[in-house]
Nanobody, 121 residues
């Protein structure tokens, strides 16, 4: 019914940039909050950035000033622009969307499949 497709991960040198995108498709009636999480080996998954339906953003302290989250309501897409990347940003990045599907009765969270970001020289 619902599919989230992530793109944009890869290998980049320290100081470089990457842009992640997550596109939702399927029987979607409405989209609420959208966010990006990451999980490094041996660590718990953590929130990187989130944006509400009204456009309010929230960032982890470790990425403030370097990452920017944005959404395109017309395309059901959330993006994460990552600049000044550091080796400690290396992780698998997941998008999470709060969706109201058609014929649904409540908001439900959906996760993307994850995309690897590796920052290394």
């Amino acid at each position: 019914q619902v599919q989230l497709v992530e793109s944009g991960g890869g290998l980049v040198q320290p100081g470089g940039s990457l842009r992640l995108s997550c596109a939702a498709s399927g029987t979607i009636s409405s989209i609420g909050s959208m966010g990006w999480y990451r999980q490094a080996p041996g660590k718990q998954r953590e929130l990187v950035a989130a944006i509400t339906g009204g456009g309010t953003t929230n960032y982890a302290d470790s990425v403030k000033g370097r990452f920017t989250i944005s959404r395109d309501k017309a395309k059901n897409t959330v993006n994460l622009q990552m600049n000044s990347l550091k080796p400690e940003d290396t992780a698998v990045y997941y998008c999470k969307l709060e969706l109201w599907i058609m014929a649904g009765s409540s908001w439900t969270h959906y996760w993307g499949q994850g995309t690897q970001v590796t920052v290394s020289s």
